[in-house]
Nanobody, 127 residues
Framework: EVQLVESGGGLVQAGGSLRLSCAAS????????IGWFRQAPGKEREGVSC????????FYSDSVKGRFTISKDNAKNTVYLQMNSLKPEDTAVYYC????????????????????WGQGTQVTVSS
């Protein structure tokens, strides 16, 4: 059974930093794509960043490029999202997603139709 467990959300002032973690388990292969989505109140869920073993560079949405950094510790099956220079518009519930077949990630974009999601972690940035 695939499990994705997130941690690291919280309340921070604008300009501050947070680091999210997502521990993945239950995958029988290690070439899965993994990444972060977020959903703000009244808005659709959007892809923020993802990384895949088959691509050399991660994907970042335009709204976070240059401020967020995704990384993966393969030994721990854990992906991190370092979020710097946070803005109030970054306030959302952040979800981890991963899949070996229904999640394709490249530097230029992603395609996600997987049902594997973490429980979500709230990030609130105050102005």
């Amino acid at each position: 059974e695939v499990q994705l467990v997130e941690s690291g959300g919280g309340l921070v002032q604008a300009g501050g930093s947070l680091r999210l973690s997502c521990a993945a388990s239950g995958f029988t292969r290690d070439d899965y794509a993994i990444g972060w989505f977020r959903q703000a109140p009244g808005k659709e869920r959007e892809g923020v960043s993802c990384i895949s073993r088959s691509t050399s560079k991660p994907f970042y949405s335009d709204s976070v490029k240059g401020r967020f950094t995704i990384s993966k510790d393969n030994a721990k099956n854990t992906v991190y999202l370092q979020m710097n220079s946070l803005k109030p518009e970054d306030t959302a519930v952040y979800y981890c997603a991963a899949d070996a077949f229904d999640f394709y990630c490249s530097e230029d974009g992603f395609r996600h139709t997987s049902d594997y999601w973490g429980q979500g972690t709230q990030v609130t940035v105050s102005s």
